[in-house]
């Protein structure tokens, strides 16, 4: 599980599994000072959950 947030405000909140295909996220970060991206553990709870931020880019 995803959750990105931009100054403790919600901008995604999203269940990933490994089996999913690469997506693009665009999120409007306009003004945040802050942006936190949390992963959490998955609904089997299992161990070494990850997130790839591949090729990742924030613009203002």
């Known amino acids: 599980h995803v959750t990105i947030s931009g100054d403790r405000r919600t901008l995604l909140d999203a269940d990933v599994r490994g089996t999913d295909p690469a997506r693009i996220v665009d999120l409007d970060v306009?003004?945040?000072?802050?942006?936190?991206?949390h992963v959490d553990f998955g609904k089997n709870l299992d161990i070494a959950d990850h997130l790839?931020?591949?090729?990742?880019?924030?613009?203002?």
């Open 52 to 60: 790839d931020l591949a090729d990742a880019k924030v613009v203002k």
């Open 30 to 37: 306009t003004g945040v000072r802050m942006l936190q991206i």
